[in-house]
């Protein structure tokens, strides 16, 4: 559980100081969202403790935030394309 | 040493659990509309979105990150199938407390932001802004008082409620973070 939190932590430092250091763009934010992903598939499956529960209630959660990660993406790309 | 889900408790019974998943998924769900909503308002409004964005502190808002995930190791630690009463209890305790802490550089946060809510040029930005993370801010404060009153009477099936919407409350932070700051 130790090892998880710390990972969660330095992933949680790492997107913002990579956002911080390089700016918002494309290139930045898509690694910082790939890291959110990450992050939420430690809280679910270690934190919550899904790791050996139902594909349902291991996936249903990590979707959800997939799904946001996505959308978010698809906002960068459309404001992107309108800019350019 | 893994965390105890509701199922394995052995003190929930279905209808607990029913309730408790009713539960998350209305959170998600109403949390999920708020940021898809802020997604295609920041299309629409594109210009004051990345305007009004200069005025938070994505740097006080990364703190709060890691406010809440340490708040989270904790609640997971209380969840644990083999912590002891006293363990369940100290970890509640400070899990709360990290709780209280993020509610504190909230508030710190909202200060220096609350002046620039009022400007029109900023759109519906701060509008959505204060609605989303403030909703989360009062789940924390809600989610922080009642792992105070768990850590009071710690029993199986209650450690495992508070801590699984503790859970919930800081995965929403962690997906909340980077598209209402950073996007």
Known sequence: MNRIWAILLLLALAGVALVLLAGRSPFTLVPVFAATLFKSRLIVLDFMGFRNASFALRHGLVAWALALSLAAVGKLLITGMIAS | ME??????????????????????????????????????????????????????????????????????????????????????????????????????????????????????????????????????????????????????QPSPTNVTLITTLWHVIDLIWVSMFPIVYLV
């Open chain 2, 3 to 152: 965390a105890r889900t509701l199922s394995e408790s052995g003190a929930a019974p279905d209808a607990d659990a029913f309730v408790l998943w009713v539960l998350v998924w209305s959170e998600l769900a109403a949390f999920g509309i708020l940021l898809v909503a802020f997604l295609v308002a920041g299309i629409v409004q594109r210009q004051a979105f990345v305007a009004a964005q200069d005025h938070l502190d994505p740097l006080l808002a990364g703190m709060n990150t890691l406010v809440l995930l340490t708040s989270g190791w904790q609640a997971a630690l209380a969840g644990r199938t083999d912590a002891s009463r006293h363990e369940q209890r100290r970890s509640l305790v400070i899990a709360a407390f990290f709780g209280f802490l993020f509610c504190a550089i909230k508030l710190f946060e909202y200060r220096g932001e609350i002046g620039a809510a009022g400007e029109a040029t900023y759109g519906v930005f701060f509008e959505l802004y204060f609605i989303i993370t403030g909703f989360h801010l009062l789940h924390v404060v809600f989610g922080a008082v009642i792992l105070l009153l768990v850590a009071w």
